[in-house]
């Protein structure tokens, strides 16, 4: 199985963060099937995250989107969305440092919109996404 994961401008700019991650996911058993830095553009992230639109948290997150580099992998593994879901850890940052200390949100989230990374949530997400990032090159 496959899934989509981001890792947000703010955990690329802080070396400690970024390499914690990339340690994290080593020690999880996922594999990057596929990696590239990208910059998007507000009118990408803005597609991106379209269902988001009318909610009072969308230009704060598109904001934060197009602040900076973004790492955008491919992950594989058993069970790749659930995995890295739960490395993760819950969106809601306060709640990830009381329910989830070590995952990746409680240690480097700063608030709920730079909770540090992304991930599809289904098997739907994770096809709409990769081709959104990678085209159908991965297909």
Avoid at 100 to 117: E, K, M, Q, V, Y
């Amino acid at each position: 199985m496959i899934t989509l994961a981001i890792v947000k401008p703010h955990c690329l700019k802080n070396p400690i963060a970024y390499q914690t991650i990339q340690q994290m996911l080593i020690e999880s058993g996922l594999k990057v099937v596929a990696s590239k830095r990208i910059n998007l553009s507000r009118d990408e992230a803005e597609k991106f995250y379209e269902e988001h639109r009318n909610k009072f948290f969308f230009r704060r997150l598109v904001s934060l989107m197009t602040s900076g580099p973004s790492e955008v992998v491919l992950l594989s593994g058993n069970d790749a969305i659930q995995q890295w879901r739960n490395l993760m850890g819950p969106t809601k940052v306060l709640k990830s440092v009381y329910s989830h200390p070590a995952c990746i949100r409680s240690c480097f989230g700063l608030t709920d919109t730079r909770n540090a990374t992304h991930g599809s949530d289904s098997e739907q997400s994770v096809m709409i996404e990769r081709k959104f990032f990678f085209g159908d090159a991965t297909q």
